[in-house]
């Protein structure tokens, strides 16, 4: 519990943000040495300057911590700190993913297969049924649904896979004391018992504009693949898509009329190549490769393959995954990316894993 306040602590600390917390604790050896600290050695640290340095000296975040921890244990919260066995594993692959995550469900985070549904907040009437459809379509595959409980696509996906029996989260751009919009707290509380509630706020954090994009990346960074149903060329659901794409996730889109102006961000992206067209949930298990056996997985172990040690490290991480991206490769076997890089092509020489869209590898 100890250990738990001070995770929760730094992630309090006015002006210190998930690279710099990452500093921190990489340079005092862990979270409580951090607040063990003298002052003269947290200036050393990269992103750290005096106000910072005196915030964490007077320690008077523990308190506020304190706080949060007893909201936390009556509310059934989980505090997820980006080194805990917990932390989803494809965003902490994320750059800039967050130091601390406030989970309330029982969906897996690191499920097998992650989806994320995106769209505008006025959906037209096709918009709103394709994206149930969609959904419906993505049962057979066992996905988790990932979306932002906004109004439009967001709420459509959320509620079909609720009539559906698909686990689904939504993330938030705020604190969990309180469900944004207000409308959607009675979804919110089925969620919360058949899916999931997720942010990176602690519990009193009020909605705010700036919130929503950085929400947005989280969205991205949990999926393995993500839709767009139907947006503007400005809406907030191309953030979304461009992250994904940022982060060598797969991203899809649904096309639209070329006069209409809902789905022009959908169009624009399928046009740069920052999309793959879909019509159903299908497209997507073919590009996803879903659709394979999943037996094949195991094939390699039967193989006479000599293979040297790093390269059976990397062959047992993608037996347990579907697919997994050298980002998260790099960050589990704590290796350069060069290095993994040079491991994954021998192994492709070899002919023992393959590549897919978006960078990602698979076993043969």
């Known amino acids: ?46 992103g750290v300057g005096s106000l910072i340095a005196d915030n964490i000296v007077n320690q008077d975040v523990l308190g506020r911590a304190e706080e949060e921890l007893n909201f936390l244990e009556s509310h059934g ?19 800039d993913s ?14 097998g297969r992650i989806v994320a549904i995106v769209g505008t907040r006025k959906p037209s009437v096709h918009g709103i049924h394709t994206c149930e459809e969609l959904v419906e379509g993505l049962k057979p595959y066992g ?29 938030l751009g705020h604190g969990l004391q309180r469900i944004y919009p207000p409308q959607h707290q009675g979804v919110a509380r089925a969620m919360a018992q058949a899916g999931g509630l997720l942010s990176e706020y602690p519990s009193y954090t009020l909605p705010d504009r700036e919130h929503f ?5 989280i969205i991205a960074g949990l999926c393995d693949a993500l839709i ?33 102006s809902s789905s022009e961000g959908c169009n624009h992206l399928i046009k740069s190549h920052k999309a793959a067209l879909i019509e159903s949930a299908a497209d997507i298990g073919y590009v996803m490769r879903w659709d394979e056996p999943g037996p094949q997985k195991a094939i390699q172990k039967q193989l006479f393959v000599e293979l040297t040690e790093d390269e059976k490290i990397v062959v047992d991480l993608l037996n347990q995954y579907e697919a997994v991206g050298i ?4 960050g589990t076997m704590q290796v350069a990316n060069s290095e993994m890089a040079s491991l994954l092509l021998e192994l492709e020489f070899k002919g023992v894993i ?11």
């Open 354 to 364: 393959r590549v897919l869209p978006g960078k990602r590898y698979v076993l043969v």
């Open 143 to 171: 996905a988790l649904i990932v979306s932002g409980l906004a109004y439009g696509i967001d709420i459509t996906a959320h509620r079909k896979c609720l009539s559906i029996d698909i686990p689904t989260v939504g993330v």
């Open 228 to 260: 767009v149903v139907e947006t503007k060329k400005k809406g907030g659901s191309m953030i979304s898509a461009y992250m994904a794409n940022d982060y060598n996730k797969d991203v899809f889109a649904v096309p639209g009329r070329v006069k209409d």
């Open 213 to 217: 994009p950085m929400r947005n990346r």
């Open 98 to 111: 967050p130091a601390m995550l406030y989970y309330k469900g029982s969906a897996n985070l690191n499920a």
């Open 77 to 95: 919260i989980q505090a997820l700190f980006y080194l805990d066995e917990g932390y989803p594993s494809r965003l902490r692959n994320c750059a």
């Open 327 to 330: 980002d998260q490769l790099t």
């Open 1 to 46: 519990m100890e250990e738990l306040l001070y995770k929760v602590a730094i992630t309090l600390i006015p002006n210190v943000g998930p690279v710099t917390t990452r500093n921190l604790v990489s340079y005092c050896g862990g979270v409580k040495p951090v607040f063990e600290a003298r002052k003269r050695e947290l200036l050393k640290v990269p």
